[in-house]
């Protein structure tokens, strides 16, 4: 008998563990539970236009809400370096949040919140500040963002900017459809399913989670091939569809922070030099679609130059060199010779002439078209 | 084992007042190692009695305390104190002393027993400085309340532990090995004390290794041997379980062995020079006629009463004294 | 959480009368007869005031404790020196750190940022892993039970105790902070994390949060040590291992392709406080953190509960 009441003894924390494992997965089993959302049945062209016309009509409903980005890109190397970013430049790997207040849109507010520092980005009216709590630094942005490109950092993609995207590359090469019901940050959305119809992509396909309610997008997934996990995501996690309260929008700079004009830092930097490169005809992009790669003129000097300069989250491929080249295989071909970079979305090769050509295809486009001079 | 402790809970529980001190049936403890430390231990201490608890070191008695007090959990069968089911019940009414003193190095004497008065739920705090100053006083401890524990002899660390033990009104006093440590002084000292327990009425269950201090202070005795419980009772009822032997000194030993085996005694042990036999009802006077009639020639004669400790050295096979 | 209700009664039993549960014979006589006492009103009310004399007992012997005074003095110290030291560098940096020069409160939130990862743990550690260990080593324990103190009561009260140090710990870490601050720095209004300023009175509530927060995140380390110190006789091997656990964690942590494991580790919450530094407040990532220091307390809290009252005393 003591030997039975030690093991009744011991059911207790077993109980706990069970309860707080329960608990845990709650949400999961909740959903399993629970089982697909029931929406109105719409197609993919009800839905695309339904969307579409929601999205012509003018603003979003005011909102506010915290989104997780989720990248697994499995590059090689990227973590290491990740690791020790803040900002921007971390949300290219691991899991990363980002807040948002939304009133109109004129009336923005991100947050990218890290351990004893935060990232701001408050857009009111006629003025946009961009806050570094980390440096003591407010900026503010001199153009203000236009409507229909937000001043966002490129990997701070909310929602609908992805989905627009992913809207914009459905034509004739992409399969669209519509999955079962999801549920996003505890609410009913359709899926959107775009699937490329060529078998040299990477991508498997993009899944867009569209609220069965507002028609906002609530999440964005890419999936590679053969992988069950998404490699890329963004969505809520949660998001309150009510006006968030005017002081979120409000910003003053602090007495002693350090006040300056400028663009969006680094990033706007890096989307004009690649506008440069592609004026000056060094840019091209060969294919068309999904199978699109780009081409543009690359030497292992480069990258070392632009990890000195600090070229920002645009370019942050210069910064992650060194990792990212020794993993790369040598390969050669009727095209020459190179080196490959694979990763479960994109695929890069560096050629010994000094080009470097990528995309979310297989490493046979790449030599396609790096036979193309 | 439930039926066990139910007959012996309401054995206990019909007459609390007047049912023994201590009862254990079947008790046993097999450490995880697998050698038993308890071997069916059945014990019974009667109220008002001061029961010496005897045995060589190592010979599970530690553990029985330890089983009585709750600190460990028995294997099998079961154990009650004071008619309680279980020991915690029993416990505010019981002093007890376990494998020696152990104390806070950083407190003094008198903050010392205030700390383990108060863990004790029915002691009542507005009389603690009272009860704790007497307990020490009854210890010798008065002079040294004040002093820290850390420069306590270890005499005195031994009497903090006994002062513990008289905190409250006590039904039960349980003392393992009391006067280790002590003098001779301290070893008188506490012996009184216990006396003087035991004359207000406590039952005082003394664990010890030396026979010579039991047979002085206790009026039961109960002897452990490797784990098991080989002789219980009073002390008359050991002494006189004991048989006299007879002792002849004779150059013809094994005539006088063949002369004693005719005679009807047994347990005869021819030696060179002498032969005993137990003696039994026999009389003496009558064997020694008996010799003489056989014509040994008998140098000396003697009857031997076994004192306790050849009758303990019988039961367990070795000297209790052997670290004093 | 309906499942931490066993744990829950057992509490209140004990705390009543000393219902033990080590007892050869926890049938269904002792339960009764130990029912009986919390049933009557005087009953329950003797046993609390008991209860409260062996938690100030308790209390008395852990600020007491030369040991213990000594770490306490190094948490008031720390920021002490962090203040010296920002005031002798000067206003160089331009992070958050760096702000103290300019508003002496900041130097609390500082203070927590430096003392939570390894100078709070380990004070707190030091305390719990002593609790059970400790008393087990010097052979108290086996006094406190014969008392008696009763085990679950006994555990109960302990950990009440570590709770109690954790938050004094917090309050000392945060006062010597604010004092320290006030003499050598000038104060004003705080600025966030978000760049918004808030009113020097506000500023000093977001200190108390930050305290408490930070002594809820002590308090599910002091449960983990506890259930550790339950675990074995010597002190020093429940402390040392609490604070391995401590520091293998926050190694784990850093190591970005184990990001996986890492809401489920405790330290990784602790840094959840600068969520008070936000605007607004960040509820939602402090609540989780508050959830996960609960799940950990009630966790290892049974665990504790499980193994010290089964456990033989051989000590």
Known sequence: MPKRARAVRWGVPIAAIAVVAGAVGAGPVIAAVQGDPVLPERTAQQLLADVGTRWKSGELPPMSGTIIETASLGVPGLSALTGEATGPVALLAGSHQVKIWYGSDSQIRLALPSHMSEHDLIVNGDQTWWWDSAANTATRIKTPPMPSEPALPPAVITPQE???????AADHDTAV???????????????????????????????????????????????????????????????????????N???????????????????????????EHAEDGELKTVGSGWTSVVVLPFATADLAEGEKQGHGPGLAVGAMADGVLKAAEPVSGAWGNGRLIRTKLVSALLTDDGRLIAGAVTPEVLYEAAGRK | MTTTIDAAGDAMTASPAGGPAIVTRGLTKRFRGGQIAVDHLDLTVPRGAVFGFLGPNGSGKTTTIRMLLGLVTPTSGSSSILGAASPVQALTRVGALVEGPAFYPYLSGAANLRRFDAADPSADPRTVGR??????????????????????????????????????????????????????????????????????????????????????????????STGRLVAEGTLTELRSASVPRIRVETPDSSLAAAALTAFGLTNIIPAPGEVSAELGDALPERVTAA??????????????????????????????DVEA | MSKVGPLGEGLSVSAGVQADSSAVSAGPRARSLSGDGPESPRGALAGVRAGVRLLRSEIGLTFRRPRNLALLGVLAVVPLVIGVAIRAAGDGADSFVGQVAGNGLVLTFAAFFVMLPLVLPLAVGVVAGDSIAGEAGLGTLRYLLTAPAGRTRLLAL???????????????????????????????????LSGSTIPLAEGLLRIGLVALYAAAGMAAL???????????????????TTLVLVVVAQVLQAIPQLAVIEPYLLTSWWAGFDGALRDPVATDQMGQGLLVFAAYIV??????????????ITA
């Open chain 1, 249 to 275: 929008f409000e910003f003053t700079p602090p007495a002693g922070a350090k006040v300056q004009d400028g663009e969006m830092p680094a990033l706007d930097q890096d989307r004009a030099a690649l506008r």
């Open chain 1, 177 to 247: 459809s519509v999955g079962n019901d999801a549920t996003v940050a505890g609410r009913a959305a359709y899926e959107l399913v775009l699937a490329p119809r060529a078998a040299t992509s990477l991508v498997k396909d993009i899944r867009v989670a569209i609220d069965g309610e507002t028609l906002i997008p609530l999440r964005v997934q890419v999936y590679a091939k053969g992988a069950a996990e998404p490699a890329f995501e963004v969505g809520f996690d949660s998001v309150t569809f009510s006006r968030p309260a005017p002081e």
């Open chain 2, 291 to 320: 010799l003489v009639r056989e014509g040994i020639a008998v140098r000396g004669l003697q009857v031997v009463h076994p004192t306790l400790e050849d009758v303990f050295v019988h039961l367990t096979g070795e000297g209790f």
């Open chain 2, 131 to 224: 009860r704790v100053a007497e307990a020490l006083d009854r210890v010798g401890l008065a002079a040294a309340a004040k002093k820290r524990y850390r420069a306590y002899s270890l005499g005195m660390r031994q009497r903090l532990a006994i002062a513990a033990t008289l905190l409250g009104p006590r039904e039960l006093l349980v003392l393992d090995e009391p006067t280790n440590g002590l003098d001779p002084q301290g070893t008188r000292e506490v012996r009184n004390l216990i006396k003087d327990v035991a004359a207000g009425g406590t039952t005082v269950f003394v664990s010890s290794h030396l026979l010579a201090e039991v047979e002085q202070m206790c009026t039961h005795i109960g002897v452990m």
């Open chain 3, 222 to 240: 002091g449960a983990l040590a506890l259930a550790i110190s339950t675990l074995t006789e010597t002190s020093i091997g429940a402390i040392a």
């Open chain 3, 158 to 192: 302990k950990y009440a105790n570590v709770v109690v140090f954790a938050v004094a710990a917090c309050a000392l870490v945060a006062v010597s902070a604010l004092v320290t601050g006030l003499v050598l720095f000038p104060v004003g209004p705080v600025t966030l």
């Open chain 3, 299 to 312: 966790v290892c809290g049974s665990i504790a509960w499980a193994r010290f009252t089964s456990r033989d």
């Open chain 1, 162 to 168: 992805a989905a627009e995207r992913a809207l914009a």
